[in-house]
């Protein structure tokens, strides 16, 4: 089955009624830049409302811009030659992806498939447009250098745990990062993360089986639950000490 792109078909429409300015103040990228900077960008945007399920970009498909999540989740996947997927890394509200297509020399093609997990709102800005604010606004391309730096730091991390923790401790410790990510509020309690158990250990780097006897423990301690194709982490101070005992 051919994916679904975001900027060809449906069930994607662009969102005219919003107001671009407001929203681009509560991404990442955006939020210090100047009234002019944040005018100037909002001009240039696209406002897209996704399904979750949809791909919105596929690997190796020529790169035609950059996004910006203004809610939801995407996950990022690659897959090998015999068609086994790892996710890559996850995105949610305030995070960017495709920006490594941006000032490529080597390639025009994006490195990684996009899914939505969750019904989401999107702008995208075309590949040439921000690098053309990119060049113009310092300050945009100052934010947009932190904001890679700092996904840089997290995948160098991921990757160390992934690298030298055995099983239980990488899963505890993604547990711990993806509820970070994913809590949208203060609470401790009851943070959702939109993965399937399978999802899961492919960002764990390690088999379904593995991370089941994992979860069931976690679960036998009232630390987590599944349902509805979700991992719910039901005390997030208890998950912490785990790996953190003076938590």
Request: glycine share 4%; net charge positive.
């Amino acid at each position: 089955m051919n994916p679904l792109h975001a900027l060809e078909e449906q069930p994607l429409r662009r969102v005219r009624e919003l107001k671009i300015e407001d929203f681009l103040r509560k991404i990442v990228i955006f939020k210090d830049l100047s009234a002019k900077s944040v005018h100037l960008i909002a001009n240039r945007i696209q406002t897209l409302t996704i399904k979750k399920g949809v791909q919105v970009i596929c690997e190796d498909e020529v790169a035609k811009g950059v996004f910006f999540i203004h809610s939801g989740a995407v996950k990022l996947t690659k897959q090998d030659e015999n068609g086994n997927e790892i996710i890559v890394c996850m995105k949610q509200k305030g995070d960017v992806f495709a920006e490594a297509c941006l000032f490529s020399k080597s390639s025009q093609l994006y490195p990684a498939t996009a899914t939505m997990l969750q019904d989401s709102q999107l702008f995208f800005l075309d590949k040439m447009e921000l690098e053309k604010g990119l060049h113009e606004y310092p300050d945009l391309a100052v934010q947009m250098i932190e904001y890679m730096s700092d996904a840089l730091r997290e995948m160098t991390s991921t990757l160390r745990d992934v690298a030298l923790l055995d099983v239980y401790a990488k899963t505890v410790k993604t547990l711990e990062r993806l509820g970070n990510k994913f809590n949208t509020s203060t609470s401790r309690w009851n943070i959702e993360i939109p993965l399937t158990i399978q999802e899961f250990a492919t960002v764990v780097g390690t088999s379904r089986e593995s991370v089941s006897r994992v979860f069931s423990k976690l679960k036998k301690e009232g630390i987590i639950d599944m349902k509805s194709r979700k991992i719910i982490i039901l005390d997030m101070c208890k998950l912490c000490t785990l790996i953190n005992p003076a938590y």
